[in-house]
């Protein structure tokens, strides 16, 4: 059964830093589009950041730019988003995907993860 399996959330203050993590059983994410998703409280569900799976894509939200990166350790098959100068409009469960024929950053994802949480608070 396929398995995409966020961590590295947690509580942090604002302008702290924390690096998510994606990581798959049974697929190999280096074949697949893979995005990071948010849901804050109260709100819908937006992309946040996404890899092609040639790697040449690299998309980020406007309210994100400059803060995330993302990227893949193919030897871990795990795909990481780098997070620096939260603010607390960061707040939300994230969540990462992946899309056997998904463009980036919209395009169908076949599979998801269960979510980790991000606070940003003081």
């Known amino acids: 059964q396929v398995q995409l399996v966020e961590s590295g959330g947690g509580l942090v203050q604002p302008g702290g830093s924390l690096r998510l993590s994606c990581a798959a059983s049974v697929i190999f994410l280096d074949y697949y589009t893979v995005g990071w998703f948010r849901q804050a409280p109260g709100k819908g569900r937006e992309v946040v950041s996404c890899?092609?799976?040639?790697?040449?894509?690299?998309y980020y939200a406007d309210s994100v730019k400059g803060r995330f990166t993302i990227s893949r350790d193919n030897a871990s098959n795990t795909v990481y988003l780098q997070i620096y100068s939260l603010k607390p409009e960061d707040t939300a469960k994230y969540y990462c995907?992946?899309?056997?024929?998904?463009?980036?950053?919209?395009?169908?994802?076949?599979?998801w993860g269960k979510g980790t949480l991000v606070t940003v608070s003081s």
């Open positions: 995907a992946a899309g056997l024929y998904a463009s980036c950053p919209s395009g169908h994802m076949d599979y």
């Open positions: 890899i092609s799976k040639s790697n040449t894509i690299r």
